[in-house]
């Protein structure tokens, strides 16, 4: 149907005149070895840890400018109020959630309890449940989950969908809550980069089949270049910053 | 392939510049976008803007200098995360590939994300006609698809549609209410697609960039209607141009910068999705199988010509078109095929055959706005008239056919001017014939072939009786400084 | 005052200047020799090969070239009063000559000499207009950046300078000052649909901007801004800069 690979790559090598082999200068990048990416990672550990404080600032900033609803948290206490003030206010009934160590700090299904909703665990028993999960987030009114890494420079909450945190949760339900904590900020793209590259690195070539990176509600301009927000995804999101774990 | 009506140009663009309709959209969506991109260079400051282009522009240079080694360690390593990659010399290919895998899933449904490759080959068509249904979830797309045409900008596919021809088109197709409010547009789209999310059995989506060390495809969207095709059908297919590679995720955080600002001036887009390999056995959910499509399709005709290598460097942000003053005069369709403005002067060509294309390289007045604005610096006019000599003078791999009258026009004007007895004496000639024809010193609307295209709007000079040279000669060359009374 | 020197230029007019606009010559050479530039005009010049270039015609563009190159080789300052031909000669020429060391690097000797007008009259005369120079007149005036001035030669500031220091020139903004006025040499006459359309925005933009003369540094975009004008007869004088400069009132 297609053509070998080795034969697509011989036309593209005589296109550009070239033998094969790898470049005749190493690019930069992929030749670190990993103690250097290791080293660097590191490096951008301990710098966000050192600037938790200036990155939750910029981070509150920056979310806000760019869809967000942030809301700065002392702790759990204040966090679980403002998801039960929340899910009061959506008159939520439904609201579905991952199952991440977040929550056993903040635990919201006692919170949306108290609105009068229900918060459920969005995970599968298996492939009959698969249907039933996704027809029930269809009609829930809010997807709670946490943060694997937060980016101050761009005001965005990344998830790794895995076990235990669906890929459908914070993009079926038409508002999604994230949970940032201090440990999950970073300054920049390139240090979540670097993060994922040795995280790559680390397990023999996988880093998880899926990232999200997520920066305000779901949004259009189709239309007259106007701007619609919730089109396929939430039309409001929440990012619940706390300001210490 | 997508249907080529590029050699219908002049035409197309005769009717698109008198469409009302299409300007007053083109302006607004111009000027919208090119307004908050340059706001957004302003914000981050025009000389970190520059290091941004120059080192993304490195990183394309290499990555498709050295493209065949990249492709292996990309295929390398989406078959190490447990995906499939195929190679598609051309547009059949590609489409027997990806229709070879519905049939293989026994799919009946497929949803698509936006693709601008899959536009190119023309896939609906060829899935369609083999029984399946095929829905593109981008609200833009989706439009288009309803009415059945072509996107006419990079990356708002719909944006020659009033806000009442959608209604129409959703009253029409989908009976519901005739509706103008826009936010009730979108929310009909949500409704109509989100079943079609959950009961799809492949996804369809295109590629920003791949990366070869992780063997990830990357996606940009707004809508959230990318991930829910990567997201909720069983079979996640990947089609992307075989430029679209780059070496590490490292080089990602730059094109995350420059292309949503580029684009429409966003700081950023609402999501990108990274997807490496189908789902993992652990997984809550996710594709169990992810295959990528990578397409040639006349790309390495343009990675042979070392003149156009770089319109391979392209990330399809549609900035060109935003600033482009022919663009923004007669939209996208009149460019005939899938990619329009600037870079799509020197892709289509490229791609379909300079022969068939051979007004798009001179559809532009070389102002260098296009290239200004690119992210990646692609040199565009430089690539224009690259093309605009190798149709006149007929050498290189994309050999059009110039034609005869404006070579030998071309030979006369250099005899002219090689000469200034005989230039002098043009002019002399001209105002011979020229004078008696003058209205108030000027040359107005006239019947003379070529001269008429100047004159029906615009009046031409009548040559005066002394040239320049003539004038130095007689009166300025012994006048010597007068500086000193400074 | 600074010390005394003699700045030597040569003139390289245009083609389009010598065989249509003699007058605007006629103005450069004035003011340069009032900025106290000794001006010389190598006889002979026509044409830098710019039009054949844009139309792809790369083998009779060299011819012209080559040409302009024996002119001006041992001259220490070239001054142009088009953005357009000095994109030409500073910068295409380069590539046209890429395949011939030898041309090429008289080429790049020339692109290193080769200055627009008002380019050079800033950047090497450090010319200031003063009161008493030219003669006192009232006007408002609109530049129009041409494109290859502007984006070939990167001349971003050098004529908006000397308008502001002139006397009695007051500087009024031009919307969307820098979008193409439409020319395009041959794209003109090729697609005059799509040219009239942008020719017409220019022509709005510079009525509405409150000025009563248009002007730019390319004879070439003034000739077809200019030609709308005209036949539109709209109250708007269409000057190249030079004659401004010159004090001509026209």
Not at chain 2, 219 to 246: D, F, Q, W, Y
Not at chain 3, 64 to 73: C, G, H, K, Q, S
Not at chain 3, 193 to 219: F, N, P, Y
Request: net charge negative.
């Amino acid at each position: 149907m297609g053509i070998p690979s080795a034969q697509f790559r011989e036309t593209i090598r005589a296109a550009l005149g070239r033998q094969s082999g790898p470049p005749a200068e190493p690019y930069d990048v992929l030749a670190e070895e990993f103690p250097a990416l290791e080293a660097r990672a590191e490096a951008v550990r301990e710098r966000a840890a050192r600037e938790t404080p200036e990155l939750l600032d910029r981070m509150a900033e920056t979310a806000a400018l760019r869809g967000w609803n942030v809301q700065r948290c002392d702790g759990a206490e204040e966090a679980l109020d403002y998801v039960t003030s929340l899910a009061r206010s959506l008159g939520a009934t439904s609201v579905a959630r991952s199952e991440q160590e977040v929550f056993e700090t903040v635990p919201v299904d006692a919170a949306v309890a108290g609105a009068g909703g229900l918060c459920w665990p969005a995970v599968y028993d298996g492939p009959s449940s698969r249907t039933e999960v996704r027809q029930r987030l269809a009609e829930s009114d809010m997807g709670i989950t946490g943060a694997d890494y937060a980016i101050a420079e761009t005001g965005s909450v990344v998830v790794l969908p895995r076990r235990g945190l669906s890929r459908l949760v914070s993009v079926v339900p038409p508002v999604h809550l994230a949970i940032v904590r201090p440990s999950d900020l970073l300054g920049t793209l390139d240090d979540l980069f670097a993060l994922r590259r040795l995280e790559h690195v680390r397990n023999g070539g996988d880093m998880g089949s899926y990232l999200n990176f997520i920066t305000g509600p779901s949004r259009t301009a189709d239309i007259e270049q106007t701007i619609v927000v919730g089109v396929h995804g939430p039309r409001e999101v929440h990012m619940v910053l706390l300001d210490k774990e | 392939m997508a249907e080529v009506v590029t050699r219908d140009f002049v035409s197309a663009t005769q009717a698109a510049v008198k469409d009302t309709q299409l300007r007053q959209a083109l302006r607004r969506a111009g000027t919208g976008f090119d307004g908050t991109r340059r706001e957004a260079i302003h914000e981050v400051t025009p000389e970190v803007w520059e290091e941004w282009r120059e080192q993304a522009r490195r990183i394309k240079e290499h990555t498709i200098g050295h493209l065949d080694y990249y492709l292996e360690m990309l295929e390398r390593n989406v078959t190490a995360a447990g995906g499939r990659v195929h190679f598609a010399a051309d547009a059949g290919q590609a489409n027997a590939i990806v229709a070879q895998i519905a049939r293989d899933n026994g799919v009946r449904t497929v949803t698509k994300s936006k693709s601008m490759v899959s536009e190119e080959l023309g896939l609906n068509h060829v899935l369609e006609a083999q029984g399946i249904d095929v829905f593109e979830t981008d609200l833009g797309e989706y439009i288009i698809q309803l009415a059945n045409e072509t996107p006419s900008h990079l990356v708002a596919p719909a944006l020659h549609k009033t806000r009442r021809q959608v209604a129409q088109l959703f009253a029409d197709q989908l009976g519901v209410p005739y509706s103008e409010d826009i936010e009730e547009m979108a929310r009909i789209a949500r409704v109509v697609l989100r079943q079609k999310f959950l009961d799809a059995d492949m996804g369809i989506s295109g590629a920003n960039f791949l990366v070869a060390e992780t063997g990830s495809l990357v996606i940009i969207t707004n809508e959230g209607n990318g991930r829910l095709c990567t997201s909720a059908p069983r079979v996640h297919v990947g089609l992307a141009g075989m430029e679209k590679v780059i070496p590490s995720l490292q080089d990602l955080a730059v094109f995350l910068r420059l292309l949503p600002r580029s684009a429409t001036g966003q700081r950023i887009t609402s999501y990108m999705s990274m997807v490496t390999g189908p789902r993992r056995p652990d997984d809550e959910d996710g594709p169990e199988e992810f295959h990528l499509v990578i397409v040639d399709n006349g790309r390495s005709r343009l990675l042979a010509d070392p003149a156009l290598r770089e319109s391979l460097y392209c990330i399809r942000c549609g900035a060109c078109l935003n600033v482009c003053p022919v663009y923004q005069r007669v939209g996208g369709h009149a460019y005939g095929w899938v990619y329009p403005g600037p870079i799509g002067s020197i892709v289509t060509p490229g791609l379909v055959g300079l022969g068939q294309a051979k007004d798009l390289p001179n559809a532009s007045t070389l102002c260098g706005a296009c290239r200004d604005a690119c992210p990646v610096q692609i040199n565009i006019p430089r690539m224009l008239l690259h093309l605009r000599h190798v149709a006149a003078e007929g050498q290189g791999s994309y050999q059009g056919t110039g034609s005869d009258t404006e070579s030998l026009f071309a030979r006369g004007f250099a005899a002219v001017m090689s000469s200034p007895r005989l230039l002098n004496l043009g002019r002399k000639m001209g105002r011979w014939l020229l004078a008696p024809l003058a209205n108030r010193g000027v040359l107005g609307q006239t019947r003379l072939p070529v001269v008429s295209r100047w004159t029906r709007a615009r009046d031409l000079p009548i040559p005066p009786p002394r040239s320049f040279a003539e004038i130095w000669r007689d009166e300025l060359s012994n006048s010597g400084s007068d500086s000193k009374r400074a | 005052m600074s010390q005394p020197r003699t700045i030597r230029a040569s003139l390289f007019t245009t083609c389009i200047v010598d065989q249509l606009y003699p007058e605007v010559g006629v103005s450069v050479v004035r003011v340069l020799r009032r900025a106290g530039v000794e001006v010389d005009y190598p006889e002979g010049q026509t044409c830098c090969g710019q039009p054949l270039y844009n139309s792809g015609f790369t083998g009779e563009a060299r011819k012209l070239a080559e040409r302009t190159l024996n002119l001006l080789d041992d001259r220490a300052f070239v001054v142009v009063p088009s953005g357009s031909c000095g994109a030409m000669m500073r910068v295409f020429y380069l590539d046209l000559f890429a395949d011939d060391p030898e041309l090429q690097a008289r080429a790049r000797d020339l692109s290193q000499r080769v200055y627009e007008f008002t380019e050079f009259l800033v950047d090497v005369v450090g010319y200031e207009p003063a009161t008493g120079d030219q003669p006192e007149r009232g006007c408002r005036v609109a530049y129009h950046p041409s494109c290859h001035l502007l984006r070939e030669m990167e001349v971003t500031g050098a004529p908006q300078r000397l308008l502001d220091a002139a006397p009695g020139i007051e500087r009024v903004d031009l919307p969307d000052a820098e979008q193409c006025c439409g020319f395009g040499g041959t794209f003109a006459i090729k697609y005059p649909h799509i040219s009239e359309e942008m020719l017409a925005d220019k022509v709005a933009a510079a009525t509405g901007s409150g000025a009563d003369t248009l002007t730019a540094c390319d004879m070439g975009c003034l000739m077809h801004i200019g030609g709308a004008v005209s036949r539109q007869k709209l109250p708007l004088r269409v000057r190249h800069i030079a004659q401004l400069l010159d004090g001509e009132s026209g």
